[in-house]
């Protein structure tokens, strides 16, 4: 499909619980990127892939983070251990190539709400 | 630290006429910059975007005009209508693709 599909819509765990989301990026897309929205309008890069391969993780906080990007299968970041501060809207992009040479820069999901209480 | 900063949290304009976003960043390796228009509960949605070897790009009701001195750019939305009411991000990119997003501006327009 021409979009991008993130599940779940919402997501509430218990601090310390762990919490998975899943994107499936659009078909022929090689880019996957994460981004997180803690306060209202504020973004936060988490990681790219590149096909399989992580592109750049340089905003993951690796101690409870982690993400894949397997063939045939949907994205997914997870969060070991969730803590009150990792209640955000995570959005999920993906690009069909390398961003810059395309015109429509990435395209977005409508998120995952996590809420940790 | 924000690279990106969109000063004026909200805009209100009157539905006909010009709608004027404004946007500042300090990166200077920033060569890619784009906007996003975002309703409650969707995910950004991408408008128009401007390589820093242009001044200028025009979309339909959309322009973006960009002062590399200045490190500014600005989006012109001509004429403004209900369905342009949304929050509107401005993002810069590197050559590592992750995009550096402002604030964000809340634009209403009114009948």
């Known amino acids: 499909g021409e979009e991008v599909a993130q599940t779940p819509k919402h997501l509430v765990r218990g601090e310390g619980q762990k919490a998975k989301l899943y994107c499936a990026p659009i078909?022929?897309?090689?880019?996957v990127f994460w981004y997180q929205q803690v306060l209202k309008n504020e973004f936060k890069f988490l990681i790219s892939?590149?096909?399989?391969?992580?592109?750049?993780e340089t905003g993951m906080p690796k101690e409870r983070f982690s993400a894949k990007c397997l063939p045939n299968s949907p994205c997914s970041l997870e969060i070991q251990a969730t803590k009150l501060e990792d209640s955000a809207v995570y959005f999920c992009?993906?690009?069909?190539?390398?961003?810059?040479?395309?015109?429509?820069?990435?395209?977005f999901g409508s998120g995952t709400r996590l809420t940790v209480v | 630290d924000q690279q990106v900063k969109q000063n004026s949290p909200s805009l209100s304009v009157q539905e006909g006429r010009i709608s004027i976003l404004n946007c500042d960043y300090t990166n200077s390796m920033f060569d890619y910059f784009l906007w996003y228009k975002k309703y409650p509960a969707e995910g950004p949605t991408f408008l128009i975007s401007?390589?820093?070897?242009?001044d200028k790009n025009e979309d339909g009701r959309f322009t973006v005009f960009l002062n590399k001195s200045a490190k500014h750019l600005s989006l012109h939305i001509v004429p403004s209508q209900p369905g342009d009411s949304a929050v509107y991000f401005c993002a810069a990119m590197t050559d590592d693709y992750k995009l550096s997003f402002g604030a964000g501006t809340t634009v209403t327009v009114r009948a």
């Open positions: 992009a993906s690009s069909r190539s390398a961003p810059r040479t395309g015109i429509n820069g990435y395209t």
């Open positions: 892939f590149q096909n399989e391969n992580v592109f750049d």
């Open positions: 401007i390589s820093s070897i242009k």
């Open positions: 078909k022929g897309h090689s880019y």
